[in-house]
């Protein structure tokens, strides 16, 4: 068994450090307020700080990057903690395991695969393909063992409240009340389930086939959030819960006082046209499947 360190205890930080400990390694999750799941070790630290992160990732077999700022604050944010990662795991020869996401694709129109151009002209993304693009480079060079895992939008027990399927979805599902949605209902789109991303994450922090490249979490069939209604619905055996979209003025004039808000006009094209991931490449070359769709929701929904 080895020694691991994930960064971050959010939604997928804390899954994977789970998963790992549940494997017998030795697991430290690194947080700035040293938060963290029970039965692990937890330490508070600066992850921009490359001495502190390095002191802590010695003897480590592979290092996690599963945090991520706000989305504005991206530009600020990132490059520092960036080559604090990088940095680290030149020191110490730790692998470094990365948690991506698919916006670097920018807009496509067929099912993403990891050979796809990191083509996205937003400056925010483009900063997510730099870091992959630095992190590829140190790989190349031998200076570092490095691979990048990429999910679509998650969802799952622990999703956080920034989920599109998280509270402010199953909320009114479960109150028997309209669904609001900022999006349209009926974009086909993947949602990465949590407990796949924790696994895919932990196969590529032990398997060395999964270094020097990136790869796509095991993810099943897109669904438009109308349908994903509809089959937690049928589930709980409940109506099927209408939805209702938000005009999209609407949600622009609501983003001049959220920053957060503000940020969604960046991905609407990922709910305007299919927004599909394709995973095979990841499932042929591991053996790992995605959850089934309905055995997902069961457990995001407890049933």
């Not at 990136?214 to 055996?237: D, K, N, Q, S």
Request: glycine share 8%; with cysteine.
């Amino acid at each position: 068994m080895g020694k691991h360190i994930v960064v971050g205890a959010g939604q997928v930080g804390s899954h994977l450090a789970r998963k790992l400990a549940e494997r017998g390694h030795e697991v430290v999750v690194v947080t700035r307020s040293g938060s963290g799941p029970d039965d692990v070790a937890k330490v508070a630290a600066d992850v921009a700080d490359r001495a502190r992160l390095t002191e802590l990732a010695k003897g480590a077999d592979a290092i996690y990057n599963c945090v991520n700022p706000p989305y504005h604050r991206w530009l600020t944010d990132w490059p520092p903690m960036a080559a604090s990662f990088l940095g680290a795991a030149e020191d110490t020869g730790a692998a470094l395991v990365t948690l991506g996401n698919l916006y670097p694709y920018g807009p496509v129109d067929r099912p993403m695969v990891e050979s796809m151009p990191l083509a996205s002209a937003n400056p925010k993304f483009k900063v997510r393909a730099k870091m992959w693009d630095d992190l590829l480079a140190a790989h190349r060079a031998g200076r570092v063992r490095a691979t990048e895992v990429r999910g679509s939008d998650f969802f799952g027990p622990g999703a956080s409240d920034q989920s599109y399927l998280g509270d402010r979805f199953l909320k009114p599902l479960l109150a028997g009340k309209s669904i609001p949605l900022v999006w349209p209902a009926d974009t086909p789109h993947s949602w990465s389930y949590l407990p796949d991303v924790a696994e895919t994450l932990a196969v590529a922090g032990t398997d060395e086939r999964a270094w020097g490249r990136a790869w796509h979490v095991p993810t099943a069939e897109p669904v438009t959030l109308r349908e994903m209604a509809a089959r937690m619905a049928a589930i709980l055996g409940i109506p099927t819960p209408k939805v209702t979209q938000m005009p999209y003025p609407v949600l622009r004039i609501a983003g001049l006082f959220s920053p957060m808000i503000g940020e969604l006009k960046h991905v609407r094209y990922q709910f305007t046209s299919p927004f599909v991931l394709d995973s095979s490449d990841f499932q042929d070359t591991f053996g790992v499947r995605p959850t089934p769709l309905d055995q997902a929701i069961r457990t995001t929904l407890g049933v």
